[in-house]
T-cell receptor
């Protein structure tokens, strides 16, 4: 199993450009999540999904869109990139379980710079 | 979702000293998880605690879950340079378990 795969690993954008960060998992996990990590801010939840066709907002959703058409994929879209979106982005997946099985498996991350 | 608070935010220790980080919640947690992130890496799951008062050990790491299930601690005995990184906790089931504390950065001076 590859686990959680994120692409690209690095990206530089100009202000106003759009792009999609890809995330795929091969563990048949119900939950998938996107986080951004900035110095001193920890891991902040952007959007998450509890299953195909179902998404919800996290702590910092503004400026990002998501969709979950399949169990495996959970892309994150930046419609008009801003310098404030410069960050490291992590995708994670987990089982739903009965509240005790939601161990998160993280991808390697995407390092995004917006100029 | 449930919010967990971690202290301290940064901890400098001399190699060989012990280290402890704490995770606190204002509400009762169904479970708590600990993760470690090495510099430049991604968070990796360490352990999950479920029962009130539970204590688990992994070599030099000792994890505790409070009796009231509102707090937890991670203690490292005799730190080594390989322990450098950020330690995160996450608490609760379902979508609540998707929220993390801000982490404790462990810096080790040789």
């Amino acid at each position: 199993n590859a686990g959680v795969t994120q692409t690209p690993k690095f990206q530089v954008l100009k202000t106003g450009q759009s792009m999609t960060l890809q995330c795929a998992q091969d563990m048949n996990h119900e939950y998938m999540s996107w986080y951004r990590q900035d110095p001193g801010m920890g891991l902040r939840l952007i959007h998450y999904s509890v299953g195909a066709g179902i998404t919800d907002q996290g702590e910092v959703p503004n400026g990002y869109n998501v969709s979950r058409s399949t169990t495996e994929d959970f892309p994150l879209r930046l419609l008009s990139a801003a310098p404030s979106q410069t960050s490291v982005y992590f995708c994670a997946s987990s089982y739903a379980g009965q509240g005790v099985k939601n161990i998160q498996y993280f991808g390697a991350g995407t390092r995004l710079s917006v100029l | 979702g449930q919010q967990v608070m971690q202290i301290p935010q940064y901890q400098h220790v001399q190699e060989g000293e012990d280290f402890t980080t704490y995770c606190n919640s204002s509400t009762t947690l169904s479970n708590i998880q600990w993760y470690k992130q090495r510099p430049g890496g991604h968070p990796v799951f360490l352990i999950q605690l479920v029962k009130s008062g539970e204590v688990k050990k992994q070599k030099r790491l000792t994890f505790q879950f409070g009796e009231a299930k509102k707090n937890s601690s991670l203690h490292i005995t005799a730190t080594q340079t390989t322990d450098v990184g950020t330690y995160f906790c996450s608490g609760g089931g379902g979508a609540d378990g998707l929220t993390f504390g801000k982490g404790t950065h462990l810096i080790i001076q040789p």
